[in-house]
């Protein structure tokens, strides 16, 4: 039975000794190919779907190790900044183990989903009058001065636990693919996947990471006081792991492009047009490699390509009601159904 990644790749995680495992049989999410998107654009596509783990998104897997090291040296608490999906992961992972979790969260700018989440899992949730980046210095300043533990992806357990996606990949392609396709907000997941690829020696992709034009630091070369998107998992204008990201990026041959709200929206649609429901962050990468599609150079041209969709459309339901019209109201009976189905 499959028992977590942890159990799966322990040989492969640079864990301490004292971890003590705290799963929810997070990761083994499924790659799934998409033939008519692959047609489209010209190369053969498949996605990582983040959106299949236990709360929704891949945050899970370095919550598990995080969460997992933290109670195994006695932590009692556990903090997080979040812009939503990292909140839910911890909340849940610390109800598993028995800790008490707080989240500190941007006021006002949570998908319903995500709050939703770190609510039923019981963790105490604070919103800041200020942005994920304010929210994040005081989460560092918290866990130096008292034995409050931190969860964000600065933890380098986080990282451990991330790099397994990169892995499963490899193992699903009995190869690293061509390109990797993600969004980049606070850039701990970029950086895990290419640790994670150069230690599983299947090969290494080129990384495309993706950004959104309100929000892109590191595209332009400065932070983002005030960064502004719908896709609010990756509304970060500071990121934590900037440097590393770069570095990924520029040492696979890869690179950091920033695409606009509208693309990922239209990029959210191709996909759920295919059957993957992913929240709007979520569809950056596709949205990426879409734009790099038309231009004269793609160089993904007929390669092999994994997008990672980090998160599920149901995290962020919103962002889909707030624009359609509610569904037709119809009396009860056969003709009015028939009616509304077959007239133009
Ligand atoms: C956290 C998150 C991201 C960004 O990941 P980073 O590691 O911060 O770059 C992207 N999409 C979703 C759905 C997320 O929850």
């Known amino acids: 039975m499959y028992q977590g990644l942890i159990h799966r790749y322990k040989n492969f995680l640079d864990l301490p000794e004292h971890t003590k495992i705290i799963s929810l049989n997070e990761g083994n999410t499924p790659l799934i190919p998409m033939p008519r998107l692959s047609k489209e654009l010209g190369c053969e596509i498949y996605i990582k779907f ?4 236990p709360t929704g998104s891949f945050k899970d897997r370095g919550m598990t190790a995080a969460i997992s090291e933290a109670v195994g040296r006695g932590a009692e608490t556990v903090i997080c900044a979040s812009t939503g999906n990292t909140a839910a992961s911890a909340a849940a992972y610390a109800a598993r183990a028995g800790l008490r979790s707080i989240v500190l969260i941007p006021e006002g700018k949570v998908a319903v989903g995500k709050l939703a989440g770190a609510i039923a899992y019981g963790a105490q949730v604070i919103q800041i009058q200020g942005s994920f980046d304010d929210a994040l210095s005081l989460v560092v300043e918290i866990t130096q001065k008292t034995p409050i533990a931190l969860v964000n992806s600065i933890n380098p ?90 570095e990924a990026a520029s040492e696979s041959k890869g690179k950091i492009i920033a695409v606009s709200d509208e693309e990922i929206l239209s990029a959210q649609k191709i996909l759920a047009g295919e059957g993957v429901w992913v929240e709007p962050a979520s569809a950056a990468g596709v ?23 980090t998160g599920h459309g149901m995290k962020d339901p919103a962002i889909i009601t ?23």
């Open 50 to 53: 983040e959106g299949l783990n």
């Open 157 to 246: 357990f986080r990282i451990e636990g991330q790099k397994t996606a990169a892995f499963e990949i490899c193992d699903d392609l009995n190869a690293a693919p061509d390109w990797l396709c993600l969004p980049v907000g606070n850039a701990g997941n970029i950086t895990s996947y290419w640790a994670g690829f150069k230690q599983y020696q299947k090969g290494l992709p080129r990384l495309l990471g993706v950004q959104a034009v309100g929000s892109a630091p590191l595209v332009f070369g400065h932070t983002f006081e005030k960064p502004e998107t719908i896709a609010t998992a990756i509304r970060i204008g500071k990121p934590a792991r900037g440097e590393q990201a770069l």
């Open 287 to 309: 949205a990426g490699l879409i734009a790099e599609s038309t231009k004269s150079q793609f160089e993904a041209k007929g390669k092999r390509v994994v997008v990672v969709c």
């Open 322 to 344: 707030e624009s359609f019209q509610s569904p037709k109201i119809i009396p009860a009976s056969y003709e009015s159904l028939a009616e509304v189905i077959f007239s133009k």
